[in-house]
């Protein structure tokens, strides 16, 4: 297993992520009454277009589809729309100790009055996690309690970095794309990913 770059200059005219939550839904056959348990284990989708190019550009796109063979490679991706966070919170911030299961994490270093705002995505070992709610630091600097609108799937040590410029997360091509060509040019390409979990 290999992780594939992206092509250079590539960048997708829609692009989507979504959260795939993994749950089990039980009702009960006599009242109707409903129980959900979530099995902590959430994973990211990303579905993206890239646009129409000629036939010479188009082939860097096809090696790229070829190069992933499926869903045995990775490609590191972000959030395309937000690839830095549109709150302030800039520099060198790092986490607390985080425990699997998680869903508020501890921020230091983050820059007194620094903001997370809802929506904003940030990188912790490899992770992709969305802040649930907008957060604002201390006057230290100290982001004690943010949000997070998915699990965290592992432990975390204290002091590890977080990152807020084009987090990624390793993902698996999902759909079978291919480029297709017509004569002068090779009309858009769709792309369903899916985040590997290791």
Known sequence: MS????PAGLCPNSFSLRQKTNQRMFESPFGGSEQVIDMLNDRWMVSMSLPN???ADAARVEAFIAALRGMTNTVALYHWARK???GTMRGSP???AISAGAQTIFIGSAG???????GDMIGIAGLLLQVASDVTADG???MPFVPLVNSVRKDIPSNTPVIWDKPT?????ASQSAVQYIPGYA???ALDFVESIV
């Open 140 to 142: 230290a600097g100290l």
């Open 53 to 55: 190019r000629l036939h």
């Open 3 to 6: 992780l594939i770059a992206l």
């Open 169 to 173: 997360a390793p993902f698996r091509l």
């Open 84 to 86: 830095q966070p549109r």
């Open 94 to 96: 790092s986490c607390g």
């Open 187 to 189: 009309p858009e390409v």
């Open 112 to 118: 007194a009055g620094a903001t997370l705002l809802a």
